[in-house]
């Protein structure tokens, strides 16, 4: 089975960087089923071509109990389409060959993982049971413009009609780990088969690679039944959780309230007394009691609190970072700056940037806030973003929430080995929130308070945990550097407008 993936954007030969696979090698990977070979048939400036061939072994692929043929049919394991045609073992591949490409990490092109590239890709033998139409009802909504061409039974006999097989090209702008996701998760979904076991982690799998574009999609149903091999216990599952996440990222449905007079949505949310609006009143209540005027939402997602903050005057400047292109869109639609009046909308910016790579933008600012950020990163990138936002732009106070793992024994139907959202890597205890945010404030130089948000139960804890973190000096040298930077990013980036 054959996946190809293509770029024009120069240099083409960034792609190599990007799925970290060298242009100039063929690379072999062992897989439970066979093996998977990376090769470039073309890399120059101008176009660059990865191509991800999977070759099945029967032999592995008809081992085990679970893949044994019917009584009668001996051969079943071994007479199919499943060493051709490319299916879930294609995925399966995808996700062990590129997987820093998929979570959109890059350690030497950070800036352009996190940016959207004309991409070409094509499969050119996919089993697709709902013929062509469906391919285009699945991609067509996520920005891909699709041509699924159905491939005839036999070219000899036209008469035979078509198989049940597409050659599939999607073209369109995206980021690349986007892209991959979207493979990932959909080349199955049109093969409607999954050639292992599909286990209860499934659902974390799912989520995690549908994070930022399932939840919307018009097909989800279908997507989650298929992807989950129609198990009804886990799509429902997973279906009640998409449903929550959409629902957390929607905007609010009033347009008639703008950001400068939605103290009354406050007032609601408290009323309301939800955890998700008891913790942006902790936030903004450290923000206001360290005098900051100047503020980053690092991680600001959909821009509940990028609102919150906007609402409050004392915010001069307000400043949303987020490595999704799709949720600063929905920050910006948040916030309506298309319909604010010039002198409000100057107070807010919105950067796409990486939290794990240092930003000149981001330096001298009076506050940072990660509020359910750093759960979202796997444990070996922490280090990163210590450096990036303590150690290099270094505000003056910064605010972390995070989950206490040990109140989920207070969430029914939450087991133990489970997290809250699909997509957290980890879920710290109180001691070990404590520990961290104690050794990042002695390595950067930062005193540290730390506090509860929602109801105290005596014996685990508050559902949510915070640390305001300040700078024990503050040097107006770093701050003037920090103007400094920003200002030159900004003379660049007019510079290279005109």
């Not at 629902?247 to 009323?271: C, F, H, M, Q």
Request: hydrophobic letters at 40%; glycine letters at 8%.
């Amino acid at each position: 089975m054959l996946l190809t993936l293509t770029t024009t954007h120069r240099p083409a030969t960034d792609l190599g960087h990007l799925l970290v696979k060298h242009p100039d090698r063929v690379q072999t990977f062992d897989l439970p089923a066979g093996a998977a070979h990376v090769f470039y048939p073309e890399a120059d400036e101008a176009r660059c071509t990865a191509a991800l061939l999977v070759e099945v072994d029967p032999l592995k692929l008809g081992g085990g109990r679970r893949n044994r043929a019917p009584e009668g049919f001996a051969l079943g394991q071994y007479v199919n389409d499943r060493p051709y045609a490319a299916s879930s073992l294609l995925s399966s591949a995808l996700a062990k060959v590129f997987r820093s490409a998929l979570r959109g990490e890059s350690r030497d092109r950070p800036e352009l993982a996190a940016s959207a590239i004309p991409l070409t890709v094509r499969v050119p033998v996919l089993r697709c049971r709902g013929g062509a139409d469906l391919a285009v009802r699945i991609f067509a909504p996520l920005g891909w413009t699709v041509t699924a061409g159905p491939i005839p039974l036999d070219e000899t006999y036209p008469q035979w009609g078509d198989s049940r097989y597409v050659d599939l090209t999607l073209t369109g702008t995206l980021r690349l780990a986007d892209a991959l996701n979207h493979l990932y998760v959909l080349l199955p979904v049109l093969d409607d088969a999954k050639h292992y076991w599909v286990a209860p982690d499934e659902v974390d799998k799912l989520l995690r690679a549908g994070a930022g574009w399932l939840a919307g999609h018009p097909e989800r149903g279908l997507i989650t039944r298929r992807y989950l091999a129609h198990r009804r216990a886990l799509a429902g599952e997973a279906m009640a959780r998409l449903t929550e996440s959409r629902l957390a990222d929607e905007p609010p449905a009033d347009d008639s309230i703008e950001p400068a007079t939605g103290e009354a949505a406050a007032v609601e949310d408290v009323r309301r007394a939800s955890l998700a609006a008891r913790r942006r009143e902790a936030v903004l209540a450290a923000l206001r009691d360290s005098g900051a005027s100047r503020v980053l939402d690092l991680g600001c997602g959909g821009g509940a609190l990028l609102t919150a903050l906007v609402a409050d005057r004392r915010f001069t400047e307000v400043v949303g970072v987020d490595v999704s292109d799709r949720s600063l869109g929905l920050a910006a639609r948040r916030l309506r700056l298309d319909r604010l009046p010039e002198r409000q909308r100057d107070r807010i910016r919105l950067w796409q940037s990486a939290l794990t790579y240092r930003d000149d933008r981001l330096r001298g600012y009076d506050a940072a806030v990660l509020m359910e950020v750093v759960e979202h990163l796997d444990p070996p990138r922490l280090p990163a973003l210590e450096d990036a936002v303590f150690g290099h732009a270094r505000p003056g106070t910064v605010v972390v929430t995070t989950p206490n793992v040990e109140y989920n024994v207070r969430y029914e139907g939450l087991g133990p080995d489970r997290f809250r959202h699909a997509d957290h890597r980890f879920e710290w205890t109180r001691a070990e929130f404590a520990a961290w945010v104690d050794r990042v404030a002695a390595a950067h130089g930062y005193t540290a308070v730390l506090g509860g948000v929602g109801d105290d139960d005596p014996e685990v804890g508050t559902p949510t945990q915070i640390a305001v973190l300040t700078r024990a000096e503050r040097d107006d040298r770093d701050e003037r550097a920090g103007r400094r930077d920003r200002n030159d990013s900004n003379d660049r980036k007019e510079a290279t407008n005109r």
